[in-house]
């Protein structure tokens, strides 16, 4: 670990945890390239907090003070904008009859110590696949008047642009890599959406409906695990687990997330996250469940790739995100880039990685090409 890297994840514990400012002043370091990285791994309000509070004793120039101002500035506008919408469509929701729970975003957040510190994104409500159409119908008639509505419902979700937040309404919350995951997995969502198992937490004097715990953290692991093995996944997504794990320990049932985990032949990469948080992160081992060194060395590789890739993967060189115009020059791309992450990954998780792929790239790919809907 270099220097720089050294900074950015003393900076990132002290935030995400609140803890006291400690600083030694010999560190060498240049301040653009921390704040480039924090922002590359979607941090950057963690990491500018504990910055601004002690900017006197910091070798930092008046400038980028003023940049982490304005940029906590607009995260926090736009976390109000977001719990404004949030009220506005799930009231909605439940008026017309239409059961939702929120996946990650304000719930994650207010699980943090100032909840306005997580980086913003947009509003996952999963509605499941009964629910999906008159809850389109709902949201579309609320969207903004220069969004373009989406009038099929492809895929898993479905998406809509309210005073300017994204929605994404959720028929299905995940897709795992084989049909006999998937329907373990399915299992799985409906027990904790049953309204006796909800847990809630309220904002603007709202109670927002969340799925039972267990599950929650076991959705929101998932979550970064997926998108480390499709794209690339920031800091943000583990801060989120951390933060979990330490805020609803007494909610969390220990036994169930092993069942879970061992089911969806997952335990591998929820260790390695779990050594990270620790070694990483500044999380309290006691708040680790299932914790084990057994898997170090793997996290410490997947560790290499968050710095390099950044949030989503966007800082990737091969920039999965880029479209080409030409349909069949862009499936071959995604073919390309898919095929050679998954070599790369292949040494982390050899089982899981060559399931995904052949759901995503090979299965997934014919059904496409097939036109029908996955």
Known sequence: MNNLESVF???????????????????????????KLAKQQSVLPLIADPVLKNSSSLKISEKQISYLQKFLFLNFSTHQRINNVLVKVTD??????????????QGLASLYHNPELRTCGDIDLYVGEKNIHKAVEIVNSMVDDDFEKELFIKGKHHHAKVNGITIELHRRSADMPTSRMQSKYIDYVSEAVKDSNLDSFNILNHNIRLPEATFNLFFTF?????????????????????????????????????EILLSLDL???????????????????KYALLYSDQYADKAEKMVRLI???????QYRKDN???VLKNVLAQKSRTLFLGTRRSIKLLSISPAYITKYYFCSYVANGVKKLFGKDI
């Open 307 to 313: 710095l390099l890739e950044g949030n989503f993967g």
């Open 92 to 105: 909605k929701l439940l008026e017309n009859d239409v059961p939702y729970v929120l996946l990650k975003g």
């Open 9 to 35: 994840f003393k900076l990132l514990s002290t935030g995400l945890w609140g803890n006291d400012f400690s600083f030694p002043e010999e560190t060498l370091f240049d301040w653009p390239e921390l704040i």
């Open 267 to 285: 335990m591998m990469p929820w260790q390695s996250f779990m050594f990270i948080l620790v070694n990483y992160l500044g999380m309290d081992r």
């Open 222 to 258: 998932f979550h970064a695990w997926h998108h480390f093995s499709s794209s690339g996944v920031g800091f943000r997504q583990l801060c989120d687990i951390a933060v979990f794990l330490y805020r609803k320990a007494e909610a969390i049932d220990v036994s169930r997330l092993r």
């Open 320 to 322: 999965p995100y880029h």
